[in-house]
């Protein structure tokens, strides 16, 4: 199993920043792929951002541009950086891995954090 603790939430101005961190632990052999989403009360979870071990990423177009994900590998931590921050920003961000047992992820198995609370007042 995997557990995911994140870090980095809180409240900031809109136009701020806030760099969030989700660091992976327990009994795992390879992670493939790490990200983040974000769900605000009523609506679907979005995805926000994702980067694979080899650093290839993706990024909602809502925040292409003023966000910036990244991987240690080492680490086994993703973070995100977002910049000029706006208040539809406002969510709980949640983190994920994917991983597997072994050296090659076929069929990654997905954990998740429990989410950090990220607010952006206007």
């Known amino acids: 199993q995997v557990q995911l603790v994140e870090s980095g939430g809180g409240l900031v101005q809109a136009g701020g920043s806030l760099r969030l961190s989700c660091a992976a632990s327990g009994s795992f052999f390879t992670i493939s792929a790490m990200g983040w989403y974000r769900q605000v009360p009523g609506k679907q979870r979005e995805l926000v951002a994702h980067i694979t071990n080899g650093g290839n990423t993706n990024y909602a177009d809502s925040v292409k541009g003023r966000s910036t994900v990244s991987i240690d590998n080492a680490k086994n931590t993703v973070y995100l950086q977002m910049n000029s921050l706006k208040p539809e920003d406002t969510a709980v961000y949640y983190c994920?891995?994917?991983?597997?047992?072994?050296?090659?992820?076929?069929?990654?198995?997905?954990?998740w954090g429990q989410g950090t609370q990220v607010t952006v007042s206007s």
């Open positions: 994920y891995a994917d991983w597997g047992e072994h050296t090659i992820v076929v069929v990654p198995i997905r954990s």
